[in-house]
């Protein structure tokens, strides 16, 4: 299994013009453990609605990679959004799923994926272009790859640890988040 | 079948192509929607509208990440429900609260004037207070004459203001579901 800040680490290594959102909690910390980047915009709530914020940043703005960070937690939360996303193809969406098969932040309660249920299988079933697990770093290079250049909508769902990582606090203030990624976008 | 009575065919053409004319108006480019039988006609002039995506939406909660999501893209987008869909967002709508994010959404009001399902009253007689709760403003319809000034103020408060801004069409102003077919 992975290590989920190694990997995360590597995904977005020279991450070129990628806009990444990401899901609260660990998947948060980890994006930001990456190294701060104003084209990351960091949930620290609204559960479930990960995905759907990809969703609504891809058909804006087709002309770039949308890549959505997110934990087992709070993807099951918004489980509807495959159908959604299934729907409207978004070929620049991608969907790290950091899968630990548990809720890290309540006292590692298991999830519905800890009992055998299948993103991967799901994705597919809901007309992804390409879905797929991975458990081992020597994946990771692939996996960036498609993050950069794969035809979405796209589901990885990364296998982790479920290890406590020390707590990597980004930007809190929602205000300022979006108004520093809008200022960036806009930038370019 | 029961046949619309002319007054309530007029209503129905003429009330939907208004919120559609502000629509174009102030450049809505994404439309997230749970359908609803008010809604049917708006929602069929927004998936014919090229500038508009139209996002057909599992539960109403995925609209609010939806108009988060084109906002940060630079994009405005509005969202269409029932009044029942109001009660699925409540804690998603906290993300238009803590970022600012501009929002419309359009409610076609259930559960009140001469509903015949009473299953639709307990959150039709919330809706309005549950959204002013979440931090919305609030505005009811009740002429089908009325509609496309106040959607368009709407709009402009919304996007001018990064406010999050509700639109209440009230039953009597869509019609009375009909019970029997």
Known sequence: MLERREFVRELLRDRGDLLVVSGLGSATYDVAAAGD??????????MGGTAMIGLGLALARPDRRVVVITGDGDFLMGFGSLATIGVKQPENLAIV????????????????????????RAAVACRFKQARAVSRMDEAATVRMLLHSGEGPLLVSARIKPEDTPRVLPLRDGHAIKQRFIAALNAV | MHSPTPIDADRRTAWPDAIHAQF??????QVGYVPDAGHSRLIALCQNDPNIIDVVLTTEEEGVGLVAGAALGGQRA?????SSGVGNCVNMFSL?????????????MRGEFGEFNQWQVPMGAITEDLLRLCGFLTYRVERAEEVGEIVGAGCDMAFDGDL??????????????????
């Open chain 1, 97 to 120: 799923v950091l899968d630990n098969a548990h809720y890290g932040e309540t006292g590692m309660q298991a999830s519905a994926t800890h009992a055998g249920i299948d993103l991967v």
């Open chain 1, 37 to 46: 980047h104003p084209l990351n915009f960091y949930l620290w709530g609204a």
């Open chain 2, 78 to 82: 509005a969202l269409l429900m029932q």
């Open chain 2, 164 to 181: 999050q801004i509700a639109v209440l069409l009230s039953q009597r102003l869509i019609g009375r579901k009909q019970w029997t077919r």
């Open chain 2, 24 to 29: 174009r108006r102030v450049g809505i480019r």
């Open chain 2, 96 to 108: 238009l609260r803590n970022c600012g994010f501009g929002c419309v959404v359009l409610v076609t």
